[in-house]
């Protein structure tokens, strides 16, 4: 007989914290059991947030119990529900032990197995653009992905290099492929695979025009229209989203289903099948409610890497690195791979790109302002004074809005971690005239409308001309935010370090040092751009703290140019591919500093890594 949980049934309405912003719900309760769990707020019917509260209402209703599996890829969500229906159970005086008493603890978990040609674990924009081409060349092909809906840094994206593709040779704009060979060693000097890297720039433009023929939607647009400042007349080689990542990954999705592809969300992949011989033969594949054994031919591992396990940071890339973007991924594939015999190949390759908040202090920030926090990031986007952590000034200025070389720049940081400093004068400016005022980013394309979508949102150069021209009071909000580990005042530089813990005389001497510089036209520290600094003179002074961003690792299993795995004796895994984050040999310590790398080689492996194994598992045939 069930135990009575409450006296107190009803309905009662709780709030948690999710990544953004509060999350709101309402949960049923009977005398001996939750009944249901509504959301009271409004989600996009299919998104990611839609679906994870659908999944995790289902789970606490199914258990009975508070205390289950957050959802993969949305794990911050799915705590802030957590915490939604925690505060509503208390409300109505819920016993919980009695409750987990009446639950059912575990779900038996059924098997199932299933037979195809090819396997791919992992459905971003390599894992996708895998499936859909071995499909494309005749393999029976099944697409595994842990989280419950597309999810991964292709969906987050802004789009792919290239540099023949079709737009590019109509527009007159073909990129060189001696320069782009040469920007990827300067970045890597020569830590790459550079028959890989040459295999991946020839096949850049073919991918670009195979994605528009299958439903991503990309188009050319010029450097630099996504803020980037110092990127403003280099070649163009960034294909936008036009509908957004998401969008693109799930019209990908739909054209392998309509040609006849199994998909199975929410199933992630525990470890590959070998024969006696260490031929991959298969996968097993788990998901909350089922086992499934994939029997495959060939198996397409691309995961992304593991920038959201902190361990695996940890042990790979030191005791300091900030978590990355995207948290699901947590180095599943890798690890398969490497049981599998797979070398390990980590040169400590991670996509630092640009600053951002700490998921903490965004929490803090938004229960104090809701979504209000995010025009903070505007405050970013010029070439102030920079300090560390210590007070100490640490780099050119003038590369912060050369994202991808910031980004590294920051990560050499004690903590990651780096502060803005701005002075009142900055921000009557800015109140009187707009940014455009410090400094513009946008005039270039005035009548000459450039568009794209990153982070699934426009980048719109229209609409960026128009809101660096609005005159906005960054003052207020600043000292709402006052109140959190993120946003510091003082009327006088010394009482600025002493809100920020940072060295005073560090601090002062910073301030000076780059005032100098930029009073005398020289930066003899850092050989800045003076004309482009902005003097730190007038108080009262503003501090705003940023952390390293990092949307991810970039490597860890060694492949060839066919991305096959490859032992440590250079021999191939038989029949394991590798694409996307996931492989090295694309990168050495940092980022191809040119527009659309990541994302090129995500998608050009993954297809290239398609067609391979279809053509392969026909031969075995």
Do not use: C
């Amino acid at each position: 007989m069930a135990k009575k949980i409450t006296d107190k049934p009803g309905k009662y309405t709780g709030s948690g914290q999710g990544k953004e912003s509060q999350i709101n719900l309402e949960v049923e309760v009977g005398s001996d059991q939750i009944i249901r769990v509504n959301s009271l707020d409004r989600y996009a019917p299919g998104s990611l947030a839609d679906n994870a509260f659908k999944k995790m209402a289902q789970k606490i209703v199914a258990h009975q119990d508070v205390d289950v599996d957050v959802v993969s890829g949305a794990s911050e969500t799915s705590r802030g529900i957590i915490e939604g229906v925690k505060d509503a159970l208390t409300k109505a005086d819920v016993d919980l032990e009695a409750l987990k008493a009446n639950g059912a603890r575990t779900i038996v978990s059924a098997k199932k197995t299933i037979n195809v040609d090819v396997a791919v674990v992992g459905a971003g924009g390599a894992g996708v653009a895998a499936a859909l081409a071995a499909r494309q060349h005749g393999a029976s092909v099944a697409l595994l992905e842990k989280t419950i809906s597309p999810l991964g840094a292709s969906t987050f994206a802004g789009g792919m290099f290239a540099g023949d593709s079709q737009q590019q040779k109509e527009q007159n704009q073909v990129v060189s492929k001696k320069w782009l060979y040469n920007e990827y060693m300067d970045a890597s000097q020569g830590y790459m695979n550079s028959i890989l890297v040459r295999r991946i720039i020839d096949e850049s433009g073919k991918t670009v025009d195979w994605l528009n023929e299958n439903g991503a939607i990309m188009k050319l647009v010029d450097a630099g229209t996504g803020g980037s400042f110092d990127h403003i007349g280099m070649p163009a080689t960034l294909h936008g989203y036009q509908e957004g990542g998401t969008k693109a990954v799930t019209k990908l999705i739909e054209k392998f289903k309509s040609l006849g592809g199994q998909i199975y969300f929410g199933f992630a992949g525990q470890r590959l099948l070998q024969d006696d011989q260490g031929q991959v033969i298969g996968l097993i594949a788990q998901s909350d409610e089922q086992e499934l054994q994939v029997n495959a031919k060939k198996v397409i591992i691309a995961t992304g890497g593991f920038g959201g396990n902190a361990e695996m940071r940890k042990e790979y890339l030191g005791d300091v690195s900030t978590q990355g973007q995207v948290l699901q991924n947590t180095g599943d594939g890798l690890n398969m791979a490497w049981d599998a015999g797979t070398a390990r190949h980590i040169n400590g390759s991670t996509h630092y790109f640009w600053q951002t908040f700490s998921n903490e202090d965004i929490g803090k920030m938004a229960k104090l302002v809701g979504p209000g926090w995010m025009p903070l990031n505007a405050l970013a986007d010029f070439p102030n004074l920079r300090v560390n952590n210590r007070g100490q000034r640490y780099a050119s200025e003038t590369h912060a809005l050369d994202f991808a070389v910031h980004g590294a720049e920051l990560s050499e940081q004690p903590q990651q971690t780096e502060f803005v400093i701005l002075d009142q004068a900055m921000l009557n400016k800015i109140k009187e005239g707009g940014t455009v005022a410090i400094e513009d980013h946008y005039g270039k394309w005035k009548n000459k409308r450039e568009f794209y979508m990153e982070f699934n949102f426009p980048t719109d150069t229209d609409e960026s001309i128009k809101r660096e021209h609005e005159k906005t009071d960054f003052t207020t909000l600043l000292k709402q935010l006052s109140s959190t580990n993120v946003v510091f005042i003082g009327q006088t530089i010394p009482e600025l370090a002493e809100q920020m813990g940072v060295d005073a005389i560090n601090l002062q001497k910073s301030v000076d040092q780059y005032n100098e510089a930029k009073k005398k036209g020289e930066d003899e520290l850092f050989f800045s751009d003076t004309k482009r600094m902005i003097p730190v003179e007038q108080g009262p002074f503003y501090a705003v703290k940023f952390i390293a961003r990092n949307l991810g690792t970039l490597g860890g299993a060694t492949i060839d140019e066919k991305m096959r795995a490859l032992k440590p004796d250079g021999e191939p895994v038989a029949n394991l591919y590798i694409a996307g984050a996931d492989a090295s040999g694309m990168y050495g310590k940092a980022y191809v500093d040119f527009e659309g790398g990541t994302l090129g080689f995500a998608y050009i492996s993954g297809r290239l890594a398609g067609i391979d194994a279809a053509e392969t598992a026909k031969e075995s045939n």
